[in-house]
């Protein structure tokens, strides 16, 4: 039931609003920097909060939330 997990979104590629890291997950914005950039996504300071930048770009042409 539910998602497939080949499907599932890790947690430290989801940000919030605006592609700004969330401080809430384990480790802080350190460790979702860390893995983000272990997969080639640059994290840069936004307004003197951790982002990324090309978010945009990088969402996926079918959102899970879209699909039926």
Request: aromatic share 10%; hydrophobic share 35%; glycine share 8%.
């Amino acid at each position: 039931m539910g998602t497939p997990d080949p499907e599932l979104t890790p947690w430290w590629r989801v940000l919030k609003k605006g592609g700004f890291l969330n401080p809430k997950y384990p480790g802080g914005t350190d460790y979702q920097s860390e893995l983000l950039a272990a997969e080639g996504i640059r994290v840069s300071p936004l307004r003197k909060q951790a982002a990324v930048f090309d978010y945009m770009e990088r969402l996926p042409a079918d959102p899970i939330e879209l699909r039926r």
